[in-house]
């Protein structure tokens, strides 16, 4: 039987280990949310959330850099994707320990695909393509996106810029027609062809022509 999300939360919290129940933790005390000397609505964190944050602000003070503070992250980020510290900070841990992006490319696009209108993953998925020059699962990874909601605003902002930033102008035109031929009024392939035009062709008579057409 399905469970209903306090449910879910109560089942992930019975079998979750605590940052302050795990021994190789011990050496770190946690440091509390400061909501000031009299804030006027508390947030009713669950107790999960609150174990992670607080051992996060704690090892981000230390500016520790290391693999338990990199997975720390990974649960901060499954609590809350939309926290751009913690995006931020798992970008200096990565850099610092000279991790294999490969990996975090994939994971990257887990969380886009679970979170697609999420502004904080997309810029990460955007350092981690211009640190790595590798723009090869881009294009797929938008179309996957886009083929869910074909006004995506976040996948066609990506799109654009590994398009203009790598010159990968060739496929473009055809993909548009696919879209629009699924939907005249889809907005933003109708941008994304201005843009994909402006940038190429220019728009010269017979492109107009064409165009009007």
């Known amino acids: ?6 449910e879910e939360n109560a089942a992930g919290e019975n079998s979750w280990v605590f940052y302050k129940d795990r021994p190789e933790w011990k050496d770190i005390t946690p440091m509390e949310q400061d909501d000031g000397p009299a804030p006027i609505v ?5 107790k999960k959330f609150k174990d992670v944050y ?3 602000r704690a090892i981000m003070r230390k500016d520790e850099r290391s693999e ?4 720390l992250t990974e649960d901060a980020i ?6 751009y510290s913690v995006w931020h900070y798992r970008r200096i841990i990565l850099k610092d320990l000279k ?9 990257c696009g887990e969380i886009i695909q679970e979170h697609p209108k999420n502004y904080q ?7 981690l393509v211009e640190w790595t020059r590798d723009n090869s699962h881009e294009l797929k990874l938008t179309e996957t996106v886009l083929d869910v909601d074909a006004k995506n605003y976040h996948a066609w902002q990506h799109r654009q810029w590994v398009v203009r930033e790598f010159g990968l102008w060739e496929s473009e035109l055809s993909l548009i ?3 629009l031929q699924k939907d005249l009024r889809n907005n933003s392939a109708w941008n994304h062809r201005y843009f994909v035009i402006n940038h190429t062709t220019g728009f010269t008579d017979k492109v107009l022509e064409y165009e009007v057409k």
Do not use: C, F, Q, T
């Open 99 to 107: 991790k294999d992006l490969k990996d975090e490319i994939l994971y």
């Open 68 to 71: 338990r503070a990199l997975e």
């Open 78 to 83: 499954d609590l809350n994707p939309a926290n």
């Open 54 to 56: 607080d051992y996060l």
């Open 42 to 46: 508390m947030i009713a964190y669950s």
């Open 1 to 6: 039987m399905a469970l209903g999300s306090g």
């Open 177 to 179: 027609d696919e879209l």
């Open 121 to 127: 993953v997309w810029h990460h998925r955007r350092v």
